[in-house]
């Protein structure tokens, strides 16, 4: 059973100033797995008023029935188990912020991995060791952009889930490295086998991302990579994320031809919850094709006849090699987001040599928009956890 405290930085910097003066307590929400207990950290207050709130203190006297969060000297934490009913410790607090941190409590011991990678270890840093020892990572889609990332991330996390409802086909093989025997079977399946004695637990999930069935089973999560063609998907994330404090990388590839030339184009976003901006107020979702996508059959057929809808949605088109260099990005990304490691994100990528030309953008600039439906901290979902229903989107879901 994992147990953590989540929390951004600005709350806790917050609760540090706050206990000086006095007697603070940390309300959390609460998210409740099959082998891992979340709180969430959802406001100060003077006294406790509701059944999740930590007392903060700056001592290192045994806490008697109440649960505990030490601000000084070795970090510890104390909580009544929801499951139990008795005083346990937390393993984990982890700050959201730009780094986010994880941090062991003193009651939480991380052994140095066998198979860990001397060398990596030694760029990524002391504090990548509860990442590679406890972290759960999600990607959503296994296809042109989530294999190659799965594959690089395979052994330095502990856990991936993979979420895909699509069986392997033949435009699949070139992008899916040993998939040509697996053609017509689940492509979470064979993700799973591929990548199998790798040193992460493989989670097979065969569904969609966009229903509460599926979105229950990723709320534990640790980080959520979209990696998936579709934007309802991506929609349905970035509720949960908000909702969960799950940090999400989101990348997208666009390759299309324009008269004489190919124009590749790529993008690695990624968003901390209560830190930045959602994709929802960045504008990083196009609603439009979400509205699409959640179309059932009639209202498709309908629009379509009446001439304000595409009789078919465009396809995809994809080169490998462009596919994987995002993927790239996206791991690397996670590498500066959680260590001490700060690669140089390529900005732009040329390949004037084939007549084309393409760029990856892997800033993000947009601030946060106070007044989100979804990420705003008093009216939104953020941090809200079990006390509210994961919000699914199905067909005819997007108004």
């Not at 082998?35 to 509701?50: I, M, N, Q, T, W």
């Not at 929801?82 to 991380?110: N, S």
């Not at 404090?245 to 030339?261: M, S, Y």
């Not at 990005?329 to 994100?345: D, G, P, Q, S």
Request: one cysteine or more; charged letters at 25%; glycine letters at 8%.
């Amino acid at each position: 059973m994992k147990r953590e405290l989540v929390i951004t930085e600005q709350l806790l910097r917050q609760c540090v100033e706050l206990s000086r003066r006095g007697t603070v307590y940390l309300v959390c929400r609460l998210c409740i797995g099959r082998d891992h207990v979340k709180f969430l950290a959802h406001r100060v207050a003077r006294g406790p008023s509701e059944p999740w709130a930590f007392l903060l203190t700056n001592t290192t006297e045994e806490p008697r029935d109440m649960p505990v969060l030490q601000l000084s000297g070795n970090l510890r934490a104390l909580f009544t188990s929801p499951l139990t009913g008795e005083l346990d410790a937390l393993d984990y607090v982890k700050v959201l912020g730009l780094p986010v941190r994880v941090f062991p409590t003193v009651d939480c011991r991380v052994e140095a991995s066998a198979s860990a990678v001397v060398r990596e270890v030694e760029v990524l840093g002391p504090e990548y060791q509860p990442i590679r020892e406890s972290y759960e990572v999600a990607f959503i889609g296994a296809g042109k952009t989530g294999f190659p990332g799965i594959d690089q991330i395979c052994g330095r996390v502990k856990q991936i889930r993979v979420v895909d409802f699509d069986k392997v086909a033949e435009e699949n093989v070139p992008f899916l490295r040993g998939a040509e025997s697996w053609l017509g079977r689940s492509k979470v399946e064979f993700i799973a086998h591929a990548m199998y004695g790798r040193g992460s637990q493989i989670v097979p999930i065969a569904g969609d991302a966009t229903t509460p069935q599926v979105l229950e089973q990723l709320k534990t999560v640790d980080h959520i990579f979209l990696t998936c063609d579709r934007v309802l998907p991506r929609l349905a994330i970035t509720l949960l994320a908000a909702q969960y404090l799950i940090p999400v990388t989101n990348t997208g590839v666009l390759v299309e031809r324009q008269h004489d030339r190919v124009v590749m184009q790529g993008v690695v976003e990624t968003t901390v919850p209560g830190v930045g901006p959602c994709f929802y107020c960045s504008r990083g979702l196009d609603l439009r094709q979400a509205w699409l996508e959640s179309m059932i059959p009639e209202e498709r057929r309908m629009g379509t006849s009446q001439g304000v809808l595409p009789e078919q949605l465009p396809s995809r088109p994809a080169i490998g090699s462009f596919s994987r260099r995002i993927s790239d990005t996206a791991i690397t990304e996670f590498y500066n987001l959680y260590t001490a490691m700060k690669a140089r994100v390529p900005r732009r990528l040329d390949v004037d040599d084939t007549g084309g030309q393409g760029y990856i953008r892997a800033d993000f600039t947009w601030e946060r928009d106070p007044n989100c439906p979804i990420c705003n901290p008093t009216e939104g979902l953020l941090g809200l956890g079990d006390s509210e229903p994961i919000r699914g989107i199905g067909k005819g879901g997007v108004l």
